[in-house]
C-alpha cells in the first residue's frame, strides 16, 4: 500500500490539483456511511463510532457520515429500529458489542444480533471501578468490605442490565459468597448519565471501561479502585486479579451490517473496516483511548460471536441474572 508520505515524495514535481482528487478517489470506499448507535451520545459504542468517522474522514476512506442514536436496554431498544430501517443498505453500519449480547438475553428480547450482518469486532477495553472523589470508599478492599457487609446498600452505576458492567458486579458478588440479584445496580442508557450520577453521588460506585471515565480520573473527580483487564490500564490502579479477585473481563465492541445484505455489499464493509483498522490514524486513536486492538472479520468473528453468546449465556445464569 502506498503512504501518504511516499506518494508525495514520487510527485512532488507535479501539480497539487492533478493529484489530490485522483489520491482522493484511490482511498475512498463510501462516499456516506450511515451509523447507527444503539445507546445514547457518551459512551463506549459512540465513542468507537466517532473514532471510525474520525479516523475514515482522515484517511480519505469515507467522504461524509450521518449518525443516529438511539438508547435504552443495552441497545435492545435501538436494535429493532435499525433492522427494521435500514435492511438490504450497503452504506449502513451499527455499532455495537458485549453489552449487547447480555442485554438481549436478560431483556429476552426478540431482535438480537442474529438478526444483523457481523462485519467485524474492532476493539476490546477492560473495565475500571470508580468513586466519586469525596467517597468515604478509599480503595478496593474498602469497597469490597462494603459490599460483603450489605450489596443492597452499596448503589453501583454502570450501562443497561446484563451488560459487560453489570456482570463485573455480580461476579464481584460471586466472589464474596453472595447472589447477583442482592446487588443494587443502578442502569443507564450511556456513559454521560453514568458520568453525571457518580459525580453527583447519586451512586456510591461505578463500573464502566476505562476510556469512559479516564477524563474524571486524571481530573481527580473519580478515584479508581481497580481495573478488570489482565494487565494494569491506569498508572497506580491495580488490576483485580493481582489484587486477590480471580477475575478478567473486558468490553468487545464491533461493527455491524443492516440485514439483508448480499455479499458483495457484505464484502465491501468488511474491506472498508480491513482498510481502516490498518491505517496509522486509526492506530492513533486506539492508542490514545486506551483501547486494545481486538480486529476480527469474516469467519473468525462468526465464530467467536457464537462462543460470546455462549458463554455470556452461561455466566449470567451462574450469577443469577437470567434463569
Excluded: C
Excluded at 429476552?108 to 468515604?136: F, H, N, Q, W, Y
Amino acid at each position: 500500500m502506498t503512504t501518504r508520505r511516499s506518494l508525495i515524495a514520487a510527485t512532488a514535481g507535479l501539480p497539487m490539483a492533478t493529484l489530490l482528487p485522483g489520491a482522493a478517489r484511490a482511498q475512498q470506499r463510501f462516499n456516506s456511511l450511515y451509523v447507527f448507535v444503539p445507546a445514547g451520545p457518551g459512551g463506549g459504542w459512540d465513542g468507537l463510532g466517532r473514532a471510525i468517522e474520525q479516523a475514515s474522514r482522515s484517511a480519505g476512506l469515507v467522504n461524509s457520515f450521518q449518525f443516529d442514536n438511539v438508547g435504552g436496554a443495552g441497545g435492545t431498544v435501538g436494535l429493532p429500529r435499525f433492522v427494521g430501517q435500514r435492511r438490504g443498505r450497503g452504506d449502513a453500519i451499527m455499532v455495537a458489542g458485549a453489552v449487547m449480547v447480555g442485554a438481549v438475553l436478560t431483556n429476552r428480547t426478540p431482535v438480537g444480533l442474529k438478526d444483523v450482518t457481523p462485519i467485524a469486532r474492532m476493539t476490546t477495553e477492560p473495565g475500571v471501578i470508580v468513586v466519586p472523589a469525596s467517597s468515604d470508599l478509599r480503595d478496593l478492599a474498602g469497597f469490597m468490605a462494603a459490599l460483603r457487609a450489605n450489596p443492597g446498600a452499596v448503589s453501583v452505576g454502570g450501562g443497561s442490565a446484563g451488560g459487560i458492567d453489570h456482570i463485573t458486579l455480580g461476579l464481584l458478588l460471586k466472589s464474596l459468597g453472595k447472589n447477583a440479584r442482592e446487588a443494587s445496580y443502578v442502569a443507564f442508557a450511556g456513559g454521560g448519565p453514568a458520568q453525571a450520577a457518580i459525580l453527583g453521588a447519586q451512586v456510591r460506585a461505578g463500573i464502566s471501561g476505562v476510556s469512559e471515565f479516564a477524563e474524571q480520573i486524571k481530573a481527580g473527580r473519580m478515584r479508581a479502585l481497580a481495573t478488570t483487564g489482565e494487565t494494569r490500564s491506569l498508572d497506580g490502579v491495580p488490576t483485580l486479579k493481582e489484587s486477590g479477585i480471580d477475575i478478567v473481563i473486558g468490553n468487545w465492541r464491533g461493527v455491524f451490517g443492516a440485514p439483508g445484505i448480499n455479499a458483495t455489499q457484505r464484502q465491501a464493509l468488511s474491506d472498508y473496516i480491513g482498510a481502516l483498522v490498518a491505517t496509522p490514524q486509526w492506530k492513533e486513536i486506539v492508542a490514545r483511548q486506551g483501547w486494545d486492538e481486538a480486529y476480527l472479520s469474516g469467519a473468525d468473528f462468526e465464530r467467536f460471536l457464537a462462543r460470546d453468546q455462549a458463554d455470556t449465556e452461561q455466566v449470567l445464569r451462574d450469577i443469577g441474572l437470567v434463569t
